[in-house]
């Protein structure tokens, strides 16, 4: 009898460990949460990387709103003109300093003004720092350039998608 007994409080020590791990799994995950942003800001043509592509190196910097706050954002991408496609980084900063990161594609399409040109894209987000320590999720953009100058474009991006939080 005392060695089923023993057999038996070891099983329902083993099962409330699974239980209690399962648990803390659980609550270690939080739901995602709506992500939304909407930035207007510059891009510029910082470099040509390929003449006969051509390949160009744009990088943007912005500011507006959304789901984090009153937040800046910036952007390095390398883009085939030829093609429209490209990929690069970016980084939003909420007000607190916490900053998320991701990876994004887009796809450059041109429009009746030879100036203007429209932006659709995909971003993954691959984590941060302070509150965005861990995150993930994603989210898709649309956005706007209208070139000022050769190298030069104002820029308006509008991103939604959802994001998953570490909880501390």
Sequence with gaps: MHTRTQSARRCLAAASLFVGTCLAFA???AAPLPFDAQVTGQSDIVGVLDPNGPVVRIETAASGRGSLGLLRYFSADEVNLAS???AGSNRFVAD????LFGI????LVPTAEPAV????GDVDFT????RFAGADGSASFTGVG???SAVTALSRFEFRGELQLVPE
């Design 96 to 99: 607190d300093g916490s900053e």
């Design 146 to 148: 209208s070139f000022i």
């Design 117 to 120: 040109l429209e932006l659709f």
């Design 104 to 107: 994004f594609t887009v796809q």
């Design 27 to 29: 609550s270690a995950t």
């Design 127 to 130: 984590g941060g720092s302070g």
């Design 84 to 86: 429209g496609r490209g």
